[in-house]
């Protein structure tokens, strides 16, 4: 099996995302090929009321792959459930990877200039999906009941900047009551 690129080859968002687009002719429109995006899960623990946020937030305009998304995942969910417990926290991933990442291979070697058309139709074969993320946009949201436990959820999500391909900010902030208090 290949080696993926590195995410420095997908990281930059241009204006608007390539895609094919044909009026003529329907069955090149859809890209074809497209592999099932690797995140298993994109809302854990119990829902409820919860007294703290903590968000992981981008710090710029980025691409962020499938497989990192699912990666920091894992990192949070297992961390959160050994330290807090499996019904104390709830975890979301709030983007979601629709954009397909395309290569166009290209081969080296002896007798390579007879296997490739170099340039010429060269809108490439799916490799993977990406999200989308825009600066200041939340990416991973926890919410927990105590501070200790947001302190704990702060260091949880502190372990996943390495695996993403940007700066990030941690913010926590203190929820409101979703009820009303009734007066009498």
Partial sequence: M??????????????????????RVVKKAKIRGV???KVIHFDMG???????????????????????LEACRIVVQRTLAKLIGRDEY????RVYPHHVMRENAMISGAGADRLQTGMR??????????????RNQIVFSVKVKSKKDAETAMAALKKTV????????????????AKPKSTK
């Fill in 2 to 23: 290949a080696k993926l690129r590195p995410a420095r080859c997908y990281k930059a968002v241009d204006k608007h995302a390539y895609t094919r687009t044909a009026r």
């Fill in 35 to 37: 592999p099932n995006i």
């Fill in 46 to 68: 119990k829902p409820g009321n919860y007294k703290y946020q903590v968000s992981l937030i981008s710090n710029e305009n980025v691409q962020i792959r499938h497989n990192a």
């Fill in 90 to 93: 709830h975890f979301q991933i």
């Fill in 121 to 134: 139709h060269s809108f490439g074969k799916p490799t993977g999906k990406a999200a989308r993320v825009k």
């Fill in 162 to 177: 390495a695996k993403l391909p940007t700066s990030c900010s941690i913010r926590t902030r203190e929820l409101s009551d």
